[in-house]
């Protein structure tokens, strides 16, 4: 159905000043989510703009980097607020261009009429205006006019993930509008379109616009709902200049008697870039002019893929110009649907998907062929094996040309087997690695996205695969073998310790299911140390353990096992790792860890056993200094933080950076570790290492030798103390006598300790130190150490402080220190909730609710309208928030029951009008970690962000499940 006069806005006056408003009903603010990486987009939300091409059909044109290649949900809003769901119809394989689609029907109190697309107006100096939602705000008019119409595409990053055009004409036009603008049309006085905005320079005020000619052919297909097609060499295209041209010897004389007209024309086709095994490899060399294709005279890009577009499947003759000689080649024009990818596979949180022409043409000598694998969040293939290499080529030595052949050799490996992967860097082919790594115990389900061609939506299916793992019982061992690790080995002492520590240590992964407690997805590695074979104890520094969500495996010998993590000290930096004792045959020693005679004091000769993944390291140092360990807080994800520790350090200090831990050793007896903290991914610090005495940590291990349970809450006082020399204290109002009491108690001591922050709120009425207050006693006795004030076993101490220059004493109540062992997960509309962690109880203004929400899943809908995280949620619906079975609960009554029905549809590529995706509109409350209160609706996604949990047991060696809700 074509547009009639009546029906565009070209039938008006011409006039700038009523332009603005003819266009206002036309154009519209995108917004999308888009939850997986694929091809060259990007997962998360964004805005952009699109305008109405077609008012019957529902038909509107903005830009494929707007729409994303994958996955995605969006809506439009017109002039008068009016919201409509968008199907994402049909997006240009190459060019930044693509057309939703929306249900006329649904649009209520505004008729907007079609923007007519006019490529052939386009000329230069042609005085145009850009209108769009510039920053998300209504209707921006940026004025310019046309200047270059001959620009090379616009180069913007050479990540392989970032979408790069090719193959096109790009206008250049001065003027700058920023974000949210993609999508813009570019109109002249009339109001037709003479191109679409798709990027620009913040640097010099240029704006970069997609010509519209193959824009208006592939338009005439899908208002038909048809897809256009489309072909390729496989080959990259540059304009040069008949200068240039001239001077790779393409004379004058030359161009004329081929029929290329210098004077109405400005340059000539070159080839740039021919793929590796693409139809064009062998037939067309880069640097090659282009003179005309099946005999047609071809100067710039729109004439060169007319033919190619017409020509799918078929034979096309070039005549290009060689070597300073004319030559004429065949090669046969391939669909480009065929190397574009429309599937994806989920294996934990990485994405694989067939390769791309549009990403092989922006690659280095790169064939479209291999498995991409996106999503590079320390899972499957996680940064630690390669961040560069992310084309996969092979799979336990069997090739992968295609996501197929992935597939099946996937669906054939055991759970617990081992996978060894070669894959190249797409950037330089030359960097080749191979790599083993595993299959995850706990993730979410694996899954295959399906692009429908009918409605642009992906339908989703469970992947079967891998196979279960293989029974130890089928394993023949001896039953000296399978018992060898049990027996108890007699304690290693003396010269004999450095060798056992060798044999105990083991090289551990951590990869996260989810973020929590203030971490991101970020893989960590390290070695542990095997205190208790008998019971299976690893102990660990808390920067390996720091998110109990993990799937965490260790390395001894020929075996990789899988671990829990029992416990993560909540004042400590250290944690403590869970196998299964029958699951291994090695005989590891008995360290036997005891309590130290004594603490180390500045001064003291030690021995440092530093251990990377395959060597032990030994050095000795110096015990240096004391002193209470100061850990900062990210204000982005408040991590852990950790206070009211004594610390020493070694000079000189060793290096942590892959071995994460140290065991220090003194008069023949390990009696401490040195660990690093963990860091957010914010933080700006490479390295923040500590040294513990071997005391703290005995106690937990001989509770953990004992117990099938955490231990129970450490208890503190609700306060962070800082050490006051003499001086200072003695200003503040501490008397002398206690002064001289407490050095004959303690003559290493350096002053008493003063609260410099309250740890979370509490009732005013409530018994409690406050900051500035100096504590004296503790149940009678001088402070000698912050031993005496970090934790106890108590629910209430006596203490004798001065406050306000005054002596009291008062009864406090002590506090459990929050759980950093956390048991569930909640995720609700890509909203990841979890109980608030210590950090949260620090910082926030008051604990509004028990279901704290720390980070969002990409694009995820609770990132509608505002962006917040790191907020407690009080509210779903019309149901009260104060827990997460509170959220579960609300999660389940929310659900829409169409989302079967919905996935089936798409499934079997239907056609439907609307572009409504399953879920709910739901109004949400939450409360800020300061205390301020957003309330907001959004719109539930339950196709592609559906709710689940994940659940893990009492005990410290129960496992994460997975449960869909």
């Known amino acids: 159905m074509s547009i009639t006069s009546e029906n565009s806005i070209s039938s008006q006056s011409d006039s700038w000043d009523t332009l603005q408003g003819r266009l206002a009903e036309s154009i519209v603010s995108t917004s999308n989510t888009i939850p997986i990486v694929f091809d060259t987009g990007f997962s998360g939300t964004g805005t952009g703009t699109g305008f109405v091409v077609d008012a019957e059909n529902g038909i509107i044109l903005s830009n494929r980097h707007v729409m994303s290649a994958g996955p995605s949900s969006h809506k439009a809003t017109f002039f008068n607020n009016q919201q409509v769901s968008l199907q994402p119809f049909y997006y240009d394989p190459e060019h930044d261009f693509a057309f939703f689609r929306y249900d006329p029907a649904e649009l209520k109190g505004i008729k907007p009429r079609a923007i007519k697309l006019v490529p052939e107006k386009a000329r230069s100096g042609l005085e145009i205006r850009t209108v769009g939602f510039t ?96 072909g390729t060499l496989q080959t990259v295209f540059h304009h040069q200049s008949h200068v240039k041209a001239e001077l790779l010897g393409l004379t004058t004389e030359l161009a004329a008697s081929e029929g290329i007209d210098k004077e109405n024309s400005t340059g000539v086709l070159t080839v740039k870039k021919v793929v590796p095994k693409g139809p064009a490899d062998g037939v067309l060399k880069v640097g090659d002019i282009v003179v005309s294709v099946n005999g047609t005279v071809v100067t710039g890009f729109p004439e060169l893929f007319e033919i190619i577009d017409g020509a799918v499947g078929q034979n096309v003759s070039l005549r290009v110009f060689r070597n300073h000689e004319f030559t004429t080649v065949n090669a046969t024009v391939q669909d480009i649907y065929q190397v574009t990818p429309t599937r994806a596979l989920r294996l934990g949180k990485n994405i694989f998907h067939d390769m791309s022409f ?82 995850l ?95 299976g104890l690893i102990l660990c520094s808390s920067r390996i353990g720091k998110n109990p969500a993990s799937n965490f495996t260790f390395t001894i010998g020929v075996s990789r096992i899988n671990a829990t993590l029992a416990y993560i000290h909540p004042l400590y930096p250290f944690s403590v790792l869970k196998y299964s004792p029958e699951d291994i045959d090695h005989n590891f020693p008995n360290l036997e ?63 942590l950076k892959l071995a994460d831990m140290a065991i220090v050793c003194s008069n023949d007896r390990i009696s401490g570790i040195l660990v690093n903290l963990p860091e957010c991914s914010h933080s700006e610090l490479d390295e923040y290492r500590v040294g513990l005495d071997i005391s703290l940590v005995i106690p937990t291990l001989n509770h953990l030798r004992t ?82 004030l970090a934790s106890f076993d108590t629910n209430e101490v006596e203490l004798c402080i001065v406050r306000n220059g005054k002596e009291v004493t008062l009864t406090i109540p002590t506090a459990p220190l929050c759980d950093a062992n956390i048991r569930k997960i909640v995720c609700w509309a890509g909203m990841y909730l979890q109980e608030p962690f210590h950090s949260v109880n620090y910082y926030a203004t008051s604990l509004a609710s028990n279901a704290y929400n720390f980070i969002n ?70 409360v800020l970690i300061n205390g301020d209160e957003i309330v907001k609706s959004i719109r539930t996604n339950d196709h592609y962000y559906p709710a689940w949990q994940l659940v893990r047991g009492p005990r410290i060696d129960d496992k994460w499940v997975y449960i869909a809700l």
């Open 707 to 788: 117990s099938d349970y955490v231990p129970k809450p450490v208890r503190v006082l609700n306060a962070q103390f800082g050490l006051e020399d003499i001086y200072t204290i003695h200003a503040l109002g501490v008397r002398k006598s206690h002064i001289d009491n407490l050095m004959a108690v303690a003559s290493s001591t350096k002053g008493f300790y003063k609260v410099d922050r309250e740890l979370r709120v509490h009732p005013t009425d409530m018994p409690s130190l406050r900051v500035g207050d100096i504590v004296l006693q503790v149940n009678g006795h001088y402070v000698k150490g912050i031993v005496d």
């Open 135 to 230: 920053a998300n705000e209504k209707m921006t008019v940026h004025q310019g006019e046309l200047s270059q119409l001959d620009r090379n595409v616009p180069f913007y990053s050479d990540d392989e993930d970032t979408y790069n055009d090719l193959n096109t004409f790009y206008y250049q036009a001065s003027g700058i509008s920023g974000s949210g603008s993609s999508g813009s049309p570019v109109v002249d006085v009339a109001g037709d379109a003479v191109a679409i905005k798709c990027g620009a320079n913040a640097g010099n005020s240029l704006n970069y616009l997609l010509p519209l000619q193959r824009v208006k052919y592939a338009f005439e297909f899908v208002r038909q709902g048809k897809i256009p097609p489309r």
């Open 593 to 655: 860890l005891t309590e130290f005679n004594g603490r180390l004091a500045i001064g003291d000769e030690v021995t440092t056993l530093l251990g990377g993944e395959i060597t032990l390291e030994r050095m000795s140092s110096t015990v240096l200094s004391r002193g209470l360990v100061t850990s900062g807080v990210c204000e982005v994800c408040f991590p852990q933080q950790f206070f009211n520790i004594e610390a020493f350090s070694l000079l000189p200090n060793p290096s």
């Open 857 to 926: 899943s990409p694009g995820a809908p609770s990132l509608e309208e505002t962006y917040h995280d790191n907020m407690f949620v009080v509210e779903i619906g019309e149901h009260a928030i104060n827990t997460l079975d509170d959220v579960v609960k609300a999660a389940k009554l929310l659900k829409d029951p169409k989302q079967i029905e919905f996935n089936a549809a798409v499934a079997e590529n239907k056609e439907f009008k609307s572009g409504t995706i399953p879920g709910r509109d739901v109004k949400i409350r939450t």
């Open 358 to 439: 549009l990403e092989a043409a922006t690659a280095s000598s790169v064939a479209v062929a291999g498995v991409k694998v996106n999503g590079n969040f320390g899972t499957i293939i996680s940064n630690y094996h390669t961040s560069n290499c992310k084309l996969i080529t092979e799979v336990n030595y069997k090739p992968t040309p295609n996501l197929d052949a992935f597939m099946d050799i996937i669906q054939k490996i055991h759970s617990d087997e081992p996978i060894v992967v070669k894959a190249i860097d797409i950037a330089n082919p030359r960097n080749e690695i191979v790599f083993v790594t595993n299959f």
């Open 441 to 535: 115990q706990t993730s979410q389900p694996d899954v295959l996205f399906t692009r429908s061609s009918a409605t642009g939506f992906w339908s989703i299916e469970p992947f079967n695969g891998p196979l279960p793992a293989i029974s130890k019982l089928e394993i023949p061992q001896s039953k000296t073998q399978n018992e060898s690790h049990l027996q108890k080995s007699p304690p290693a002492t003396g010269k004999m310790l450095f060798e056992c520590i060798e044999q105990c240590k083991v090289f551990i992964e951590a990869n996260p299911i989810c973020a929590t407690n203030g971490y991101y997805n970020t893989m960590d590695v390290g070695v542990g140390l095997v205190v208790d074979p008998q019971r």
